[in-house]
């Protein structure tokens, strides 16, 4: 068997992974990255629309979830969204902030694979692709790592920069959880998260004429009395209403915290009274129909569904002030029990995963196998909507790649 001796063997060509590589590269490691796909950072490729929301400006510890959630903090801190932004400057990669912080490229994600193939190049990195792992054992001080091509490598670092389970279709899978199962390292439950949630048939009937409705809304979780204590924060995004339920920026951010059983309660119309404008409405107007008056706070489409489903039909001088009060509530303040997910065919990210009690938060080495790093989407560290999980994927890469 054909073997070759490295310093670092990194399994995964995505953000996490070339970030890493560039970074032992520029420090005179040999430096080998291998990945099963055909073209590197296939995530990046299709994120953002094709424009990659590579970072987010507000980036903090707050933005992540995690059973520590002050692991991240040392990685983020020492490379910061600055940094990368930086970077992409260097390239002349031209970019525009969206809401919220969040940073895209004005042309296309390409941009940003190629600019971390271009570094890569520069630091001397191999990039091997089409390429799988078959086994990986640890012999001595270095581990030995037989390739689906037959060779064999040995290397003294091993990072797996794997990613997680979502978005199976471009061949995501649990196969780093198994790597850190296989040298005894703890991995948190995993579940689809940045995903679509879903309801039940009887509802989704009810619901079917609102399919492709948008509204801004406010949405937080309901945490059943069995669920983990801790804060929940709500989300004031756009939400859309699905012919399997419902999607959105706001949906997508409370899925990481909504628990199958749990309740979300929506507000689809932040900042409005809406009992208040109902009620005014009937004093000014009460010949106009009831759909028509919240029609003018909701969307139409929307207004004429919440009418029927709370039996409100005429005028709204022939609605008493109670029955409006309460429909009102169900705009303000609807509340709703998802049955499930879209899972991970949908999920932006994996939510769990590696241990981070079983890390060191300096250099994302595991603290009982030295040499064995884990970074990116494969830790349980996941961040919000909006870049916050590509950043994490550069500081933890650039975290590794000053120690592996």
């Known amino acids: 068997m054909k073997s070759s001796d490295l310093d670092v063997l990194i399994v995964g060509a995505g953000a996490a992974g070339m970030m890493c590589a560039i970074e032992a590269g520029k420090r005179g490691r040999r430096v080998r990255v291998i990945d099963h796909a055909r ?16 970072t987010n400006l507000g980036t903090s510890g707050a933005n992540f979830l995690s059973e520590n959630p002050r692991f991240a903090l040392s990685a983020l801190k020492r490379f910061t ?23 895209f490229c004005d042309d296309s994600a390409k941009q940003i694979i190629r600019m971390l193939t271009d570094e890569m190049k520069a630091a001397g990195v191999t990039l091997s ?6 086994t990986i ?16 490598v040995s290397a003294a670092s091993l990072v797996v920069a794997t990613g997680g389970k979502s978005i199976p279709k471009m061949g995501a899978t649990g196969w780093g959880y198994e790597i850190a199962r296989q040298f005894d390292l703890r991995v948190t439950e995993t579940r689809p998260a940045l995903v679509p949630l879903t309801f039940e048939p009887g509802l989704l009937e009810q619901l079917k004429p609102l399919a492709g409705v948008a509204v801004d809304a406010v949405v937080k979780a309901l945490p059943a009395s069995s669920s983990p204590k801790g804060d929940r924060p709500q989300f004031k995004e756009a939400m859309l209403f699905t012919h399997r339920g419902l999607s959105g920026p706001s949906i997508l951010q409370i899925s990481s915290y909504w628990r199958e059983g749990e309740a979300i309660t929506v507000n689809m119309a932040p900042g409005e009274d809406v009992a208040a404008r109902l009620l005014a409405a009937k004093t000014e107007n009460g010949k106009q129909a009831v759909h028509t008056a919240l029609g003018h706070v909701i969307p139409r489409r929307l207004a004429e569904v919440v009418c029927a489903r709370e039996g409100l039909a005429g005028k709204l001088a022939e609605v008493g002030d109670k029955k409006l009060r309460a429909m009102a509530e169900t705009v303000n303040a609807w509340t709703v029990k998802p049955v499930g ?19 060191d938060q300096q250099t994302m080495e595991a603290k009982t196998v030295p040499g064995l790093f884990f970074i990116g989407e494969v830790v349980d560290v996941t961040g919000w909507l909006g870049g916050y999980n590509f950043q994490w994927a550069w500081s933890s890469g650039w975290a590794a790649g000053q120690n592996c």
């Open 39 to 54: 073209a590197p950072g296939e995530k990046i490729r299709i994120s953002g629309g094709g424009r990659c929301n590579f």
């Open 81 to 103: 969204q600055h940094d990368f932004l930086k970077m992409v400057e260097r390239h002349d990669i031209a970019w525009h902030e969206k809401t919220l912080g969040q940073l």
């Open 129 to 134: 692709l089409d390429l799988g792992v078959k």
């Open 137 to 152: 054992a640890r012999d001595g001080q270095r581990f030995t790592v037989d390739l689906d091509d037959g060779t064999r």
């Open 341 to 359: 997910s879209e899972g991970y065919r949908t999920a932006e990210v994996t939510l769990g995963g590696v241990d981070t009690a079983a890390l």
